[in-house]
């Protein structure tokens, strides 16, 4: 059977005995910051089996995408080396919430494999949890299983948790012995880690409840909840023993050797690639990007692992892209979002790869250099820190170099510098005692949706950070209220200022932060004594409030117009609302041209222009979604929302305070556009009449500009562009001018080239040295058409040293195995592709030497 055959066979199994077939949710939880991804079956039902939800059916049945990349479940670092590790698996799953229980979930496992897909019961192994007596009397009276292969395992594989409290229960695995011609002894065994008996299937008996004292009480609805691999199914079932066997990954690893030239199929980098492009495929096709932090830059570790390894595969060209053709051909039909977001996909993946490659082969220099001049077995932390830092290497990736170098990793040194880093980064961003939060504040309760001018009872005081009961004039601190008209800092929208005020007493209140469940307003007593108990009248600054309100109103109409604009596939991921400009980062793959930005700042002015109503409703989380909300991605919410629509244009979930209608925002002038990490971008603008103002600024600095220039303002575009089309041409004159030295000096060195076993050898010393030396190596296997190229470069006590094989002689003579063979002559350590390598060495006495040597290597080789 194929993969889509078992895939749709078991669903049906389970659709025929009751079950809701219920499609894939997306690889990043719903509502649920606690996961990076969907990383098993059950993830979408979370929710059900703790009670906090109910579905209209008892029994589900689903083929779940899921990924294990980051956080406790990491399986990125094993993928390419072992059988069954993968970034991206489907989980085959059935579950019952409170109906049937042990032996039902038995008996439709043993149905499926042994009745439907036919897999012989005496290669079958049961195993049950060690005090399931239960488990074990239905699998040896009722299902018949030979008590040979049956064992009872204890808590370790056997006892199943969603964590350290909550639901729990005993599991029942089922395995598949692939036969003596593979090692490995049976479960509970010694050697049970071997290959030959594999677990296909896990059944756990929800039947728990866990206490943070670890004392188990039975649930009062038991119920199940199993996960089968497709991708461990399929190799059982098509007679395989690695599951890049299986028809899921042979079309991908056929397409990527077809790219790389290479046709071996055990190739470890091709089963990455394979795997890589199902992981970064769905990931994006469900809303990931490639960032710095959290799930993006999973995403970006994978898509960067790939790249290496295509690099690896003598790849010179972006290609990753490319295999996400090759995959919707394999999953397009059962995941109809990869053909409908394939050419999305394809754009991000070439953008990230492009992006990658400029620093690949720098970083690979970076740590060919360090290897050339040092002794040690194990990577420095660091150099790995460096490689991280400056030049984008997740530490994974440096690992998988060092696996294939026989070297180690320093990753304490490593944890060192990183923890040094974040240290200066949370000393940078430190606030004043002002600014930290207090315990036992207090609870304010906000009324500045209605009305800026309130009377509220103080509650609490704090001067330098400390309790007080008193204030007194001159005096800074923090005064919390018992009922505000003031914004708390939150969302991105500033704190309110104002006044607070009483008979004789004033005070200017310059910030107001959240403190747990109070409002804690920041300033100056100006006038007078404050206690405790006092009760002022509170008063907004109508002015900042209305600024900082137009503002925030623009940011909601600006994230509509960005994902009508881009693409839906744009999520906020910070913003800044304050009275003087509004700040809004979102995620996108490529800077938007001048006509799009153009277009958006259009569609925005057209929305308030409409003069939209401002509507604000506390619904249900889910009602609010339904209704069409946007929703911070990853963000906790609780049950009700407060949804802030403008017009039919515009509607989000926000705390945040907001104009009545669009048509007060005036008017909206993005400012500046930029990108501020990978995959994330941020837009500046204002609005009213500070837009006002900036237009005026600029048409006066335009007005000048042209004066400095003579020429009129309606021809100031014109003369730059003739200033920039001179500048470019003197570049371009100076680069052809590189290039030319470079040819004379490759031809002055084609009278050097020697024949040796019948291939065309040059091996010399040159001057110089740099990243001119690659240009030279590139310039003179082209001159001499089929051969072998090194170039050393002494510069002080180092030595650069370059080599390149042409394509059709790499089947034979490897530039990676060359330098390094040489960088060891010279002291030094290397490495690379077979068409190109480069290293460093530290011994130029030794250099005559090592270029004699030369003819003995080739001449070896060619015997070989």
Not at 750 to 763: F, K, N, P, T
Request: charged content about 25%.
């Amino acid at each position: 059977m194929r993969s889509a055959q078992l895939r749709a066979s078991f669903l049906e199994f389970f659709r025929d005995r009751g079950h809701t077939v219920v499609p894939s949710a997306p690889l990043v939880p719903g509502n649920d910051p606690t996961l990076l991804f969907t990383n098993a079956g059950m993830v979408p039902f979370k929710e059900v089996f703790l009670g906090g939800e109910e579905r209209g059916y008892q029994r589900a049945v689903s083929s779940q995408r899921c990924v294990r990349a980051g956080g406790k479940h990491n399986d990125l670092e094993n993928v390419g080396y072992t059988a069954r590790h993968h970034t991206f698996f489907e989980m085959l799953g059935n579950f019952s919430f409170g109906d049937y229980f042990k032996r039902e979930a038995i008996e439709h496992a043993w149905r499926y494999l042994t009745e439907v897909i036919t897999l012989p019961p005496e290669r079958l192994w049961v195993t049950v949890y060690e005090e399931d007596d239960e488990a074990e009397r239905i699998w040896l009276e009722e299902i018949g299983v030979d008590p040979q292969r049956f064992r009872r395992i204890g808590a370790h594989d056997n006892f199943w948790s969603m964590g350290d409290t909550g639901p729990c229960g005993p599991c029942s695995e089922i395995f598949y012995d692939h036969g003596p011609g593979v090692a490995g002894g049976p479960p509970g065994s010694p050697d049970q880690d071997g290959d030959r008996y594999i677990e296909v299937w896990n059944l756990v008996f929800m039947q728990y409840d866990r206490d943070v004292e670890g004392q188990l009480t039975p649930l009062p609805r038991p119920s199940i909840d199993t996960g089968m691999g497709l991708e461990r199914l399929a190799a059982v079932v098509q007679g395989v023993h690695d599951n890049y066997e299986t028809d899921l990954f042979v079309p991908l690893i056929d397409a990527a050797g077809e790219i790389a030239g290479v046709a071996d199929r055990r190739s470890a980098s091709l089963k990455v690639v394979a795997d890589h492009i199902r992981a970064c495929s769905f990931l994006i096709a469900d809303g990931v990007l490639p960032a710095t932090e959290g799930r993006g830059y999973v995403l970006r570790r994978i898509i960067r692992r790939a790249v290496r390894h295509g690099y690896q595969l003598g790849i010179d060209q972006p290609f990753f892209y490319r295999l996400v053709q090759p995959l919707e051909a394999v999953m397009g039909e059962a995941y109809p979002e990869l053909p409908r977001r394939r050419e999305f996909i394809e754009k991000i993946l070439h953008q990230e790869e492009r992006r990658f490659r400029e620093t690949l082969e720098d970083g690979l220099e970076l740590l060919d250099d360090y290897l050339s001049r040092t002794d040690r077995d194990c990577i420095d932390g660091e150099v790995v820190f460096k490689l991280y830092d400056t030049h984008g290497f997740p530490v994974d990736l440096t690992a998988d170099i060092a696996r294939e170098r026989q070297l180690q990793v320093d990753y304490a040194g490593f944890e060192a510098r990183m923890a040094e880093q974040r240290e200066r980064a949370r000393a940078a961003s430190r606030f004043g005692s002002a600014r930290e939060a207090v315990v036992d504040a207090g609870e304010s309760r906000f009324t500045g949706y209605e009305t800026l001018a309130d009377q509220g009872q103080i509650i609490s005081l704090y001067r330098d950070g400390t309790s007080v009961q008193r204030l007194s004039a001159g005096e800074e601190g923090m005064i919390v209220l018992d009922q505000t008209p003031f914004y708390a800092e939150s969302g991105g929208q500033v704190g309110d200022r104002g006044e607070l005020l009483a008979a004789g007493v004033r005070f200017v209140v310059t910030d107001t932060l959240k403190q747990g469940e109070a409002h804690g307003h920041l300033g100056r007593l100006e006038q007078g004594e404050l206690s405790v108990g006092d009760v002022v009248s509170a008063q907004v600054d109508e002015q900042l409030r209305a600024a900082t309100v137009r503002n925030h109103s623009a940011t909601h109409l600006l994230h509509a117009a960005l994902r009508e604009s881009l693409g839906e596939h744009v999520q906020q991921k910070g913003s800044l609302v304050a009275p003087e400009r509004l700040r809004f980062d979102y995620s996108h793959y490529e800077a938007p041209d001048e006509a799009t930005l153009q277009t958006i700042e259009r569609r925005v002015n057209e929305q308030i222009q409409a003069n939209l109503p401002a509507e604000a409703e506390q619904m249900g989380f889910d009602e609010a979604l339904d209704a069409g909300a946007v929703a911070l991605f990853g963000e906790k919410y609780g049950d009700t929302v407060r949804v802030i629509s403008l017009g039919g244009y515009s509607c989000e979930l926000c705390g945040g305070t907001h104009v009545r209608r669009s048509g007060d925002i005036g008017l909206f002038k993005i400012v500046h556009e930029t990108g501020i990490a990978g995959g994330v971008r941020r837009i500046e603008a204002v609005t009213g009449a500070r837009a006002v103002a900036w237009a005026q600024q600029l048409d006066a600095q335009q007005r000048r500009l042209a004066q400095t220039l003579r020429i009129s303002p309606e021809n100031l575009e014109h003369k730059v562009a003739q200033l920039s089309e001179r500048a470019r041409e003197q570049e371009k004159e100076i680069e052809r001018l590189k290039q030319k030295l470079a040819t004379q000096t490759g031809r002055s060195l084609l009278d050097e080239v020697r024949e040796i076993a019948g291939v065309r050898v040059l091996a010399t010393a040159v001057e110089g040295g740099g990243k001119g030396l690659r240009d030279t190596v590139d310039q003179l296997k082209n001159q001499i058409g089929s051969g072998i190229v090194l170039l050393l470069a002494t510069q002080g006590e180092k030595v650069q040293i370059v080599a390149g094989v042409t394509k059709d002689l790499t089947d034979r003579f490897s530039a990676g195995t060359l330098v390094n063979y040489v960088a060891e002559q010279l002291g030094g350590r290397g490495g690379g592709r077979a068409d190109f390598a480069q290293a460093g060495g530290r011994n130029p006495q030794a250099v005559p030497d090592a270029l004699e040597s030369v003819a003995a290597w080739v001449a070896e080789q060619a015997t070989d």
